[in-house]
């Protein structure tokens, strides 16, 4: 065979085939880097969602025995024949309190988490090990490395924290905020960090926090640590944000007897309130008033509260913040990374 037709063979050979529907290349690597954690993440959801499944069962079978005794429950009384309404109460209000006491606090730590062992790692333990170099020295750019370790990263983030924030939204719809016996405003706690689309977009953040963190420090120990104080320093931030994201409403009420304080709607959120004095000075409910002489006088207090109905409005608002935060952490981290030596 001659020089020339060699040449011709190997122009027009088109090498081994690959297997259709296999992943090669760096779809590959990505799979075989991060397939432990993404099976540890699909356990995580199915066993909350099992559990959540299990609890409202129970409060379900238990309003029912409630309704089949004839008990009653209001705000004032609660009527029934004798003390047997008590403990069909305690089967609602004892899975109610798990979530609320247990299971709501281990969620509002999600993206904690997820910046302290799925952002972190993904850049420290490359630089730990050495393997950056053998990564980075190859024909696939920097750039369309991080690309894909860094999307399957965040769509598994994206998708598990939205699995768990909408079946604590169901839980929390369906089984706490309509049950009798159970008190959970929207706003109160941890319950508004773990309801509906601020959940989602405080785990992305805390992917790329992460990830920032990891690529600036390259020591994995350290960066989990910093991680986790510049996620509570965000999340301590953003509570004292909350308050001034949407307008607040403003009410007024007389003083009732034995009672003289501002009382807000029904699920609403008491940003502050206090004493409207005789000359229309107020004065904010915090002692200052006791040795004043017009606060005998008082018979009016004030409220700027939250309505339910800002919990969209304010939702929306922290969300946008926290996802062009993320944004403009991950254009950093791709310009980081293209200049890094």
């Not at 905020?177 to 977009?201: K, N, R």
């Not at 509570?239 to 501002?262: A, E, H, K």
């Amino acid at each position: 065979m001659s020089v020339a037709s060699l040449i011709e063979q190997v122009a027009t050979d088109e090498g081994p085939k690959l297997r259709p529907g296999r992943l090669h290349g760096l779809a590959w690597l990505v799979w075989r880097q991060n397939r432990f954690l993404l099976w540890v993440v699909l356990a995580g959801v199915v066993a909350v969602g099992c559990w959540l499944w299990y609890e409202h069962s129970a409060v379900v079978a238990a309003t029912e025995r409630i309704h089949q005794a004839g008990c009653s429950y209001d705000s004032d009384t609660w009527a029934a024949s004798g003390q047997s309404c008590w403990p069909l109460l305690e089967d609602v209000v004892n899975p109610t309190g798990a979530f609320t006491g247990e299971l709501q606090p281990a969620l509002a730590a999600v993206p904690a988490l997820v910046g302290m062992f799925v952002g972190v790692p993904l850049f420290s333990q490359e630089f730990e090990r050495g393997t950056h170099r053998l990564l980075w020295s190859q024909s696939v750019s920097r750039t369309r490395w991080l690309a894909f370790r860094f999307g399957a990263a965040a769509a598994l983030v994206l998708v598990a924290s939205t699995a768990l924030a909408a079946l604590a939204s169901w839980f929390w719809h369906t089984d706490v905020h309509t049950e009798l016996g159970a008190f959970d405003p929207p706003f109160q706690g941890v319950t508004y960090l773990v309801l509906g689309i601020v959940p989602v977009a405080t785990a992305l953040f805390g992917l790329v926090l992460g990830v920032l963190v990891g690529l600036l420090v390259r020591r994995t120990l350290p960066a989990v640590g910093i991680t986790a104080a510049l996620m509570l320093a965000v999340e301590c931030g953003m509570y004292q944000l909350r308050p001034y994201l949407y307008p607040q409403v403003y009410g007024v009420q007389p003083i009732r007897p034995n009672f003289d304080t501002f009382m807000q709607p029904t699920d609403a959120w008491l940003v502050s309130n206090g004493m409207i004095l005789p000359n229309g000075t107020k004065v904010a409910n915090d002692g200052a008033c006791i040795n004043q002489r017009g606060c005998r006088q008082v018979s009016q207090v004030y409220g700027y509260y939250h309505p339910v109905s800002h919990f969209w409005p304010i939702q929306l608002i922290e969300s946008g913040i926290l996802l062009c935060l993320t944004a403009a952490v991950v254009a950093f981290v791709f310009h980081r990374v293209r200049r890094v030596a």
